[in-house]
């Protein structure tokens, strides 16, 4: 059950995760704000758009730790709540996605909270519960975007290889079942994220990128 002290690791985790390291590399390298660059995310992929490769790379490396950082923070807090773990990697990435630092008024005059699509974010928290599983993601999610050529897809793929790692390790007895949560929600929440992206997929007007964008 969750306490007090819970409750401010998951608050703590969240603004963890709400830091907008896109946005403020852009803004220091460019003088542009990011969310008005293509897709608007904070993530690497769009900051290397908007301010080149180094930015994009410092961005992503970031991101991920972001994840990573928060789940370590829960185990240091209490290392038998494995929910408590879960629930911290969810919580960078609602801040990543939802930041409380940027949010704006759209030209509708409605509030909303800026962000990413919480793909780097997502991999952080898988190796903050199980270290050696950005060995098993980071190359195949690699060729996932060379080959397949979709950031979407590739953004996707770490939360579903989540799943599938926790899921077949707790089968094994090697994780506590609490652990595919985290790749369920993860999941859950990066699908919503990038439903624009969906949308264009559906209709073959997504971006292509690495292989499949070099061929045509």
Same mark, same amino acid.
């Given at each position: 059950?969750?306490?007090?002290?819970?409750?401010?690791?998951l608050?703590?985790?969240?603004?963890?995760?709400?830091?907008?390291?896109?946005?403020i *590399?852009?803004?220091?390298?460019?003088?542009?704000?990011?969310?008005?660059?293509?897709?608007?995310?904070?993530?690497?992929?769009?900051?290397?758009r908007?301010?080149?490769?180094?930015?994009?790379?410092?961005?992503?490396?970031?991101?991920?730790?972001?994840?990573?950082?928060?789940?370590?923070?829960?185990?240091?807090?209490?290392?038998?709540?494995?929910?408590?773990?879960?629930?911290?990697?969810?919580?960078?990435?609602?801040?990543?996605?939802?930041?409380? *630092?940027?949010?704006?008024?759209?030209?509708?005059?409605?509030?909303r909270?800026?962000?990413?699509?919480?793909?780097?974010?997502?991999?952080?928290?898988?190796?903050?519960?199980?270290?050696?599983?950005?060995?098993?993601?980071?190359?195949?999610?690699?060729?996932? *975007?060379?080959?397949?050529?979709y950031?979407?897809?590739?953004?996707?793929?770490?939360?579903?290889?989540?799943?599938?790692?926790?899921?077949?390790?707790?089968?094994?007895?090697?994780?506590?079942?609490?652990?595919?949560?985290?790749?369920?929600?993860?999941?859950?929440?990066?699908?919503?994220?990038?439903?624009?992206?969906?949308?264009?997929?559906?209709?073959?007007?997504?971006?292509?990128?690495?292989?499949?964008?070099?061929?045509?």
């Amino acid at each position: 059950m969750l306490n007090i002290g819970s409750l401010g690791v998951l608050l703590g985790t969240y603004l963890l995760g709400s830091i907008p390291f896109g946005w403020i *590399f852009v803004k220091l390298r460019t003088g542009k704000d990011i969310r008005d660059v293509q897709s608007g995310r904070t993530g690497g992929t769009n900051a290397m758009r908007a301010a080149g490769w180094s930015i994009g790379l410092s961005t992503g490396v970031l991101d991920v730790l972001k994840g990573t950082v928060a789940v370590l923070i829960a185990k240091s807090f209490n290392a038998d709540a494995y929910l408590l773990h879960v629930l911290a990697g969810i919580a960078a990435i609602v801040g990543h996605n939802y930041s409380i *630092f940027l949010l704006q008024r759209s030209p509708t005059g409605r509030w909303r909270l800026a962000g990413g699509a919480g793909g780097g974010t997502c991999l952080g928290g898988s190796i903050g519960l199980w270290s050696p599983s950005v060995l098993i993601i980071l190359p195949i999610a690699a060729l996932i *975007f060379w080959f397949v050529g979709y950031a979407s897809v590739t953004t996707m793929s770490v939360a579903a290889l989540s799943i599938l790692i926790f899921g077949v390790g707790a089968f094994l007895g090697n994780f506590p079942w609490e652990y595919i949560l985290f790749g369920v929600i993860s999941l859950a929440l990066l699908l919503w994220a990038l439903k624009r992206n969906i949308i264009a997929l559906r209709a073959g007007t997504e971006r292509l990128h690495g292989h499949r964008a070099r061929k045509e």
